[in-house]
């Protein structure tokens, strides 16, 4: 075995332990996508990496979609000068999955940290697996057959709370999405499908569909299933997408804070 994994919390993160040109030549990347399943968040320190290393590494674990990034490598910023969608990327503030509104959700995500903020931008993940697995049965049992209508209009909300009519019907041009409350994923774990996107429980009314939604988010979000990330240079952190959430944690917006970002396609549809 030449790969050490070490658990950071109980329940999500683990530092895994390898060095570069094993992680590049792919021989440990079945038992890192194993890890990454259950753990939700693995992160590899002290690994000094140019983009073209990270991109590889990426391409070992999966398959690296076209839409995003220049050869693979998308800025994180929240400075329009350097990512011109930079406001939308406010959104990343609120505890959100990435590509929910895809059919297929991203797989996961790298993210490597290029320049730090002074103050603040650390990332915190949540295990939305172990989440789901210790609801009471009755619960689970409740939440079976609930649909939540998803909306990228709804994440705006967070960013820009009083949008005016134009803003609105800009964003309700984007489709919509019902998703399951509880992914069933293929290999029959289950975990929460919620976040930024999350608008409405179908055929419920309007109060008892928000709070069932902050209810359930502060039962995910608890610290028990929560990574909290500070970030070093050097570190290479890679999420799983499909069983997790995760936020930034605020930072001024024009302290330079930015993040060189590599998606993985998604590999399961979700109806
Ligand atoms: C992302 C994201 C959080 C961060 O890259 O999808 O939400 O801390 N990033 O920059
Ligand atoms: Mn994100």
Not at 190 to 199: E, F, Q, R, V
Not at 221 to 239: G, K, S
Request: charged share 25%.
């Amino acid at each position: 075995m030449t790969l050490e994994a070490i658990n950071l919390t109980p329940r999500i993160g683990s530092e895994i332990k390898i060095d570069l040109d094993t992680l590049l030549a792919g021989t440990e990347a079945k038992a890192i996508r194993e890890i990454l399943s259950y753990r939700g968040v693995v992160i590899f320190r002290n690994l000094p990496l140019t983009d073209e290393h990270q991109v590889a590494i990426a391409k070992t674990l999966g398959v690296i979609p076209e839409n995003e990034g220049v050869g693979g490598i998308y800025k994180i910023s929240l400075d329009k000068s350097v990512n011109a969608r930079a406001d939308y990327l406010k959104g990343s503030m609120m505890w959100h999955s990435d590509g929910s509104l895809q059919r297929y959700p991203n797989l996961g995500a790298l993210l490597r940290p290029i320049k730090l903020s002074p103050t603040g931008g650390d990332t915190e993940f949540c295990n939305t697996y172990a989440a789901y697995d210790d609801l009471p049965e009755e619960e689970k049992a409740s939440y079976e057959n609930l649909r939540v209508v998803h909306s990228a209009e709804h994440s705006q909300y967070y960013v820009t709370p009083e949008m005016s009519y134009e803003e609105v019907k800009m964003w309700q041009q984007m489709p919509t999405k019902s998703l399951p409350l509880v992914w069933t994923h293929q290999t029959g774990r289950k975990s929460l499908l919620l976040g930024a996107t999350a608008d409405y429980v179908e055929g419920y009314t309007v109060e008892k569909s928000r709070a069932l939604l902050a209810k359930l988010r502060d039962w995910a979000t608890q610290p028990q299933y929560v990574y909290h990330h500070q970030w070093q240079l050097n570190d290479l952190l890679i999420w799983d997408n499909t069983g997790t959430m995760h936020r930034a944690l605020p930072y001024d917006l024009d302290s330079g804070r930015l993040m060189h970002r590599t998606i993985l396609e998604g590999e399961e549809p979700l109806n």
